[in-house]
């Protein structure tokens, strides 16, 4: 069995929700990114991040976000050495292959952002030293929708380190059926044996990179982030840091398909995951905002030719 489908294929045999969630989180490891799980509590969110790190024979850690958590409690610490007089450096637990940050919006502003620098270029600052983290690197983080109580929004910035944002959604009724019949959380997840290594995941994100993406792919993607950047409708649209991630994100759909190219439908498949959470609405309007800002990126799409 191709790598790919073995780690797809062991993630669904815990989670038993939202099959397109299974391929978003493989799709982000494959293309060195971080995805963002945003639900309301009690339907997956947790499930998925642990599935991912068991079925990777890589290191993992669990960081619960709550509102007194520092950022030296994510990053680590400096501690004095009495013996030698010198300060000696103690990594904090996002010195991981694989990193939960749990509730990721219960945390402060503050605590957010000792993530932003871990999650941007690998590497945590400390006392005037770069300390390297571990290749390959993920974090997946859950939050709960942001009028619940107790919860701080997460900045632009701090969003757009998030290659993707996802919704799990209710399961069906089958697999709810499945949740509690098997109760995966304590039985299945622990059963969970890892397919791939960190060498292999450093391979298929090599091959990742490998992906063609055809010129005329390229300039679609920046056609439909201008496009965005002139909605009248969006205060804020996809910047170029966002149109490199639409690319990379689409390079990944396509080796998760099989295949060494880029089309057309990689790119319209993951412009939302990708970009929903990129822009801004303007003041005004009403409704749900992720279902408008839905609606507006496929007003986008429909408003950019695709290539031949």
Do not use: W
Not at 111 to 124: C, D, K, N, P, Y
Not at 202 to 229: K, N
Not at 245 to 263: E, H, I, N, T
């Amino acid at each position: 069995m191709d790598a790919i489908a073995a780690l797809r294929q062991g993630i669904a045999s815990v989670f038993f929700g939202n099959p397109l969630a299974v391929d978003r989180i493989v799709c982000c490891l494959l293309a060195r990114g971080h995805l963002l799980i945003e639900d309301v509590p009690g339907v997956g969110k947790t499930i998925l991040a642990q599935a991912i790190a068991r079925s990777l024979r890589c290191s993992f850690s669990r960081i619960q976000c709550t509102p007194d958590l520092l950022p030296t409690d994510i990053t680590g610490v400096a501690v004095l050495d009495r013996a030698s007089g010198s300060l000696t450096f103690r990594p904090g637990p996002v010195f991981a292959n694989v990193v939960l940050a749990d509730e990721i919006n219960r945390a402060t502003p503050r605590t957010q952002s000792a993530l932003l620098e871990a999650m941007g270029e690998g590497t945590v600052t400390a006392e005037g030293q770069v300390h390297t983290l571990p290749s390959p690197f993920l974090v997946v983080a859950t939050q709960n929708p942001s009028d619940f109580t107790g919860t701080f929004l997460l900045p632009e910035n701090q969003l757009d380190r998030f290659l993707m944002r996802i919704s799990l959604g209710y399961p069906a009724a089958d697999d709810e059926a499945q949740i509690i019949l098997q109760q995966p959380a304590r039985s299945a997840l622990a059963r969970l044996q890892p397919v791939l290594d960190a060498q292999q995941v450093l391979a298929l994100q090599a091959e990742v990179d490998a992906v063609r993406i055809d010129p005329a792919l390229i300039g679609y993607i920046i056609s439909v982030a201008h496009a965005t950047r002139q909605h009248p409708q969006l205060q804020l649209g996809v910047s170029p840091r966002g149109a490199l991630a639409l690319a990379q994100a689409s390079r990944a759909a396509a080796r998760f398909a099989g295949r060494d190219y880029v089309v057309p439908e990689d790119i319209v498949d993951s412009i939302e995951p990708v970009c929903a959470h990129r822009v801004v609405l303007r003041a005004g309007g009403s409704g749900d905002v992720g279902a408008r800002v839905a609606r507006l990126l496929r007003e986008v799409l429909e408003s950019v030719a695709s290539p031949a």
